[in-house]
């Protein structure tokens, strides 16, 4: 059914469409109204779940780590500093291998006080263990979310639903929001490589043997790696169902660009129009947009490395280059642009600017966009 | 006492831990599972792939532990958290969140008055004057009352019990397990090397303890009354000196006659608190 739904509410629906049964949170502008929307829908009686009320998102991560250790389906919501307080759960989580889905509504980190959008705060998680995704607008925040359940659960590993603030979390849009026969035929019941049983005498994180704590590590590795296959085919899988297909990343126009724009998140719509611009003018350039920080779709900018790439990143590694232009850099030689901190507005215009000096080569290895 | 052995032998607590007694009372709980953040009992619980404690236990960072607690309740009765003072000092908001949104759990805090694990640190609930290692020439501010505390939160059970008293701890767990929602039980527990008294001690200090004064037992189950031996302490001319309790703990060493004076005050003053309590929140 297609409606209007602001990003925000396009996860709450999907949170209810994927039969969450714990949702915990404390709230935090700009997420709030995604755990608002839950709790409503729980108080009506249209969502069959319980919502756990609580005093931090330290203890809303902790709430729904009992939850789903138990075996329940769990969700939560943050942004910013709520991520930062929650960033000890966040590594506990993980590193139990435990399933569970997070919506994280992108938002500047203070001080100064912000509540705009920048993506320093998601990327704290890169290193953690939590598969990262970013969604560019309503529909593929619900759609996300929705596969964010299956992927997580596939892998016992949790996952982060990154949103643009108010760009994409209070921005209403037409979605199309599927019935939940279609959502039960793509989502099956939750399950999970292991949980908590009170007739099963078990520790779950005691202390162990240095070796073995490092096989763990090296096995969640190889799972994040094995995570990129299983993101594809979950993708296509939802494609198949629902008509619009996911992955990695989106290719838009790459594939006989001399140039390529590397980004992620709601800007990428506006980026999406300067390149049609530029196109236009004759200029071979194209856009591809990272779906996913974590697992790092690394061969797939690997096949691009006789191009010409520019990073556009919305977060800033201090000290080194903007955070995807050292992810991306990695992997290809790449110009940085760092723009749009601080929730500063970057539109169309900026970005065909942007980009007409990258494809004139004016470009520096790392320029500030200010 | 029917009380099976939930920590097994071999276990790496030190000679006369408090808790390797306290964690005996989880036995008489139906299918318990048991949520242990950072502490000494993270240690005691010993090392995957084994573990000491007969139960299954979920080990959490410090602060989450009745939050982590809360999760789980969704799914199953008889979830238990079992931590110490450090734990409660760290995560108060997590304690005190949970306590008012009555979660059905039971939390325990076994209570060494310092933070023993990471070696002897002063607490929240560390006495007056205590020496421990950051506050060398003794602690300098009050302890807190928790049990008190959290009984401001209106929970439907509160109580304190000691290690010194296992009867009396037992009846009070057993009888939380009964109850539906949050329940909270304060254990008085004793620690030979971070108190420096003698390992074959505990169980004699945590009764001069109790004996003294100086810890007093009760609980609130709607109604609220001094409990157990604490009953005959109420006429203070029954009960040691307290110099005995102070005396024959090494934290306490170099304490003037003044300070004795200074503590024996705000023990009495604390009786009278608990004697209004008694009086008024009585439903009998």
New interface residues.
């Given amino acids: 059914m297609k409606t209007i739904l602001t990003g925000n509410h396009a996860v709450a629906y999907a949170v209810k469409l994927s039969r969450v049964?714990?949702v915990?949170a404390y709230p935090i502008t700009p997420q709030t109204t995604i755990v608002e929307k839950i709790a409503e829908m729980i108080a009506k009686g249209e969502m069959d779940a319980?919502f756990?009320?609580?005093?931090?998102e330290?203890?809303?991560l902790?709430?729904?780590?009992?939850?789903?250790?138990?075996?329940?389906r769990?969700f939560t919501a943050t942004s910013s500093h709520g991520l930062l307080y929650m960033y000890?759960?966040c590594w506990?989580v993980s590193n139990s291998r435990l399933p569970l889905v997070m919506a994280v509504v992108t938002r500047t980190i203070g001080p100064p006080w912000n509540i705009h959008t920048d993506h320093t705060d998601l990327m704290t998680l890169r290193d953690s263990g939590w598969i990262i995704a970013m969604a560019e607008n309503a529909q593929e925040a619900l759609d996300l979310t929705i596969q964010s359940f299956k992927i997580s659960e596939s892998l016992n590993l949790p996952f982060a639903v990154g949103l643009d603030a108010f760009v994409v979390s209070h921005t209403a849009e037409v979605v199309d929001v599927p019935d939940q026969e279609t959502v039960d035929e793509f989502l099956p019941e939750r399950k999970q490589a292991y949980r908590?049983?009170?007739?099963?005498?078990?520790?779950?994180?005691?202390?162990?043997?240095n070796l073995?704590t490092m096989r763990m590590r090296r096995e969640m590795a190889l799972d994040m790696e094995k995570a990129k296959g299983v993101i594809d085919e979950v993708g296509r899988e939802f494609g198949e169902i629902f008509g619009r297909r996911y992955g990695l990343v989106e290719e838009y126009m790459v594939d006989d660009a001399e140039y390529i724009v590397v980004m992620t998140g709601a800007w990428s719509g506006d980026a999406k129009e300067a390149v049609d611009i530029l196109r236009k003018r004759g200029i071979q350039i194209g856009l591809l947009k990272l779906r996913y920080i974590r697992p790092f779709p690394r061969e797939v900018i690997e096949r691009f490395d006789d191009r010409k790439i520019l990073v556009v990143d919305r977060s800033f590694s201090m000290g080194h280059r903007g955070t995807l232009g050292i992810e991306v850099g990695n992997v290809v030689d790449c110009k940085n642009v760092v723009a749009g901190l601080c929730g500063v507005d970057v539109g169309f215009e900026d970005f065909k600017e942007m980009f007409e000096r990258f494809v004139r080569g004016e470009l520096g290895e790392v320029e500030w966009w200010i | 006492m029917d009380l099976r052995c939930v920590l097994l032998p071999g276990n790496p607590s030190c000679q006369g831990c408090p808790h390797a007694i306290g964690l005996k009372a989880l036995s008489v709980l139906e299918?318990?599972?048991v949520?242990v953040p950072a502490g000494c009992t993270?240690?005691i619980?010993?090392?995957?792939?084994k573990?000491s404690?007969?139960?299954?236990?979920?080990?959490?960072?410090f602060?989450?532990?009745p939050?982590?607690?809360?999760?789980?309740?969704?799914?199953?009765d008889?979830v238990v958290v079992w931590m110490g003072d450090g734990a409660t000092d760290i995560g108060f908001?997590?304690l005190?969140?949970?306590a008012?949104?009555n979660d059905n759990i039971l939390v325990v805090v076994s209570d060494n008055e310092a933070y023993m694990n990471t070696g002897i640190q002063m607490s929240g609930t560390t006495f007056w004057k205590a020496k421990t290692t950051t506050t060398p020439a003794g602690k300098r501010e009050e302890k807190k009352d928790l049990a008190l505390i959290m009984l401001m939160h209106r929970i439907p059970y509160v109580a304190t019990a000691s290690v010194g008293y296992m009867r009396d701890f037992v009846r009070k767990v057993k009888k939380a397990s009964k109850i539906k929602g949050f329940k909270f039980i304060h254990l008085h527990s004793p620690c030979p090397p971070g108190w420096r008294f003698d390992s074959s001690k505990t169980v004699e200090v945590a009764r001069m303890a109790v004996k003294s004064g100086a810890w007093i037992l009760w609980e609130y189950d709607g109604s609220f009354r001094i409990t157990g031996m604490s009953r005959m302490f109420r006429d203070k001319s029954k009960r040691i000196p307290l110099t005995e309790y102070l005396r024959v703990q090494g934290r306490f060493k170099g304490l003037t006659e003044e300070d004795v004076r200074t503590i024996e005050e705000r023990i009495d003053e604390v009786w009278k608190l608990l004697d209004v309590l008694e009086n008024t929140i009585n439903k009998a």
């Fill in positions: 049964k714990v915990s319980e756990v009320n609580v005093e931090s330290h203890s809303a902790s709430v729904v780590y009992g939850s789903a250790l138990a075996g329940l769990s000890e759960m506990w908590v049983d009170p007739n099963d005498v078990f520790a779950v994180g005691n202390i162990a043997d073995e | 299918n318990p599972i949520v993270t240690i619980a010993g090392f995957n792939p573990q404690i007969d139960l299954p236990v979920v080990h959490v960072p602060a989450s532990a939050a982590v607690a809360c999760g789980l309740s969704k799914a199953y008889n908001s997590t005190s969140g949970s008012i949104r």
